[in-house]
């Protein structure tokens, strides 16, 4: 293999033969594969190409010369090639007011992406080995991204956000370019290499700003669409979105997102990807302290989808700021990972160990750097195996002692998945007489890596602050509509997690001001007076039928607090 990847080109003749059978057709400046004739019956023989790349990828590695380098940099450029035909089909634009006439074909791109899925983690893996490679190969990709985007006039609002409605104008779940770019900068830490550097913010100051644009987008379509948004699209978008948090391509579609976004937070003002964050959700209004307060002008229906969106942007800050098990963004092992993830399908009930198996992330696969995770040893540390009746298989089912490491935001956790969940572990409770199962206060959060450690910022943000400070009074507030049970909670535990993190981390950060546990203190301009201080909080909620399956949460969080210890506040200005 290794003689085929050096002497012949394999890598760029294979990538190269299977462009040729993919029908290309113009869209615009670019060039967009052909999908309806991507048929069934041509990717089952076309996939082959992509299996013998596999192979070689894992088995042709060999000592970087210059030559090589120049070689196999041409093989990367090829692979770019065929991810810029991939970028952006399969758009759609939301139905409001009669459905779709015939449900789109969105197999051919998806079962694209699962082939790719194979091929994409270990040609991040080779290419990053060596650092002149994989700065080489960030420069590339970013080349790649803005030669795809749209050659129109960017409009921007107040806040140099672009203006852009995902509700109304076209989605999409497929951006491979990005998501390839966030599978780079994880390694920037195997180099002691900074994203500054890799990304080269100094010259280009706002390209942490639209990097972020095409993970968002994707994370707000898929959200909008979660909660029935979409549904005058028919099935094709349900579908795309399945997909897109499924098993079998999550890997590299919706983890590399959240990579990607960690990456841009980390980059970036932290106040104006808040700022972002918001408009992405169609969230502006609603976080106006006056929203509400006057007469009535919405519908229930607009009602609960503005507090669903609200739910669901909430959890991606949640999901930001404290999923660290991933490869290069925390400090963590591959075990680790993998350990995680066990549990939380063990959370979800008893599970034989052929269904396991199956959840086990490819990277669980033997790596140059981490060894072959194994999943027995894994199991004899998180569960029992147990007979499930007579004529069933034996099960798995999860340890008591270990269910404090339970978190209900666990990001690949579905809806359904964490209802499934939640009611087993309150099964659990009654049935062994404990008081908790699992806690509600986050557990202790792993550290960054040097390169990702700056998305800690977004902790010590007054958008960050005056959102929890907004949840927690209307909930307080018995004339307020705009609250629900989830979004308190997530609200609680948000601010819960940023005091856990200056305790487990210090509070050193790049980025001046002040912690979190100051931040709450402040005024907030154009908000009741000290409307989220400690006290407050237990004020406001003292008696409050509203909260009161969240008592041991408000009675922790304020706990908390006092046995952090942080120095006077600084004399900076961090008026909003």
């Not at 599970?351 to 027995?376: F, G, M, W, Y």
Request: charged residues 25%; proline residues 5%.
């Amino acid at each position: 293999a290794q003689m085929l990847v050096v002497e012949h080109d394999a890598l760029k003749c294979v990538l190269d033969t299977f462009i040729s059978f993919v029908e290309v057709e113009e869209h615009g400046h670019t060039k967009k594969l052909k999908l309806p004739k991507l048929s069934f019956h041509f990717l089952d023989r076309s996939q082959w190409m992509l299996y013998d790349l596999t192979y070689l990828l894992q088995h042709g590695k060999g000592e970087w010369t210059a030559a090589q380098k120049a070689k196999f940099l041409d093989c990367f450029r090829s692979l770019l090639r065929l991810l810029m035909c991939l970028q952006g089909v399969d758009t759609s634009i939301r139905q409001t007011t009669l459905h779709v006439p015939y449900d789109l074909d969105w197999e051919p791109a998806i079962r694209l992406q699962m082939l790719l899925c194979r091929v994409l983690p270990l040609v991040a893996q080779w290419f990053s080995s060596d650092a002149e490679v994989l700065c080489r190969c960030v420069t590339l990709t970013l080349e790649a991204i803005e030669k795809n985007r749209p050659r129109r006039r960017v409009k921007y609002d107040s806040d140099r956000i672009e203006v852009f409605d995902v509700s109304n104008g076209p989605s999409t779940i497929h951006y491979p370019l990005p998501r390839l770019l966030a599978s780079l900068l994880v390694h920037a830490g195997k180099h002691d290499l900074t994203l500054q550097e890799l990304l080269n913010v100094n010259e280009d100051p706002g390209v942490g700003q639209y990097l972020m644009e095409e993970p968002l987008r994707a994370i707000v379509f898929a959200a909008q669409v979660n909660v029935g948004q979409w549904r005058r699209n028919g099935y094709a978008v349900l579908s795309q979105v399945c997909y897109y948090q499924h098993i079998s391509c999550r890997s590299q579609m919706y983890d590399q997102d959240i990579v990607l976004l960690q990456a841009c937070a980390a980059v970036m003002d932290p106040e104006l990807f808040i700022r972002t964050l918001v408009k992405r959700f169609g969230l502006a209004k609603w976080t106006d302290c006056k929203h509400g307060t006057g007469k009535n002008t919405f519908t229930e229906d607009q009602l609960k989808l503005e507090l669903r969106m609200a739910e669901e942007m909430i959890q991606l800050l949640i999901i930001l700021l404290g999923e660290r098990h991933q490869l290069g963004v925390g400090q963590v092992t591959l075990k680790e990972c993998v350990t995680r993830e066990v549990l939380h399908r063990l959370c979800m009930g008893p599970c034989p160990h052929s269904k396991l198996q199956d959840i086990l992330p490819r990277s669980a696969l033997n790596t140059d750097d981490e060894p072959e995770v194994n999943l027995d040893h894994i199991l004899q540390s998180l569960a029992t195996y147990k007979h499930g009746g007579p004529g069933s298989k034996r099960q798995y089912e999860v340890r008591s002692e270990v269910l404090s490491e339970f978190c209900p935001f666990f990001f690949h956790y579905s809806r359904s998945e964490l209802s499934k969940a939640t009611e087993y572990l309150k099964k659990r409770a009654s049935n062994e007489n404990t008081e908790d199962v699992f806690q509600l206060l986050p557990t202790s959060l792993q550290a960054f890596t040097a390169p990702f450690d700056g998305v800690r910022n977004l902790f010590r943000t007054d958008q960050l602050v005056g959102f929890i400070g907004l949840v927690i009074g209307r909930t307080a507030c018995m004339m307020s509509q705009l609250w629900t049970e989830q979004l308190t909670f997530a609200a609680l535990y948000l601010a819960a997690m940023a005091m856990r993190d200056e305790e487990d981390h210090g509070l050193e950060l790049a980025r001046p001001g002040q912690p979190f546990t100051q931040l709450a203190f402040k005024d907030m301009t154009g908000c009741p007076k000290n409307l989220f201080t400690f006290d407050a909080i237990m004020k406001r909620f003292k008696g409050c039928k509203r909260v009161e399956s969240l008592s041991t949460l408000i009675e922790a969080v304020c706990k908390v607090e006092y046995c952090i210890p942080f120095p006077p506040p600084a004399t900076v200005d961090i008026s909003v």
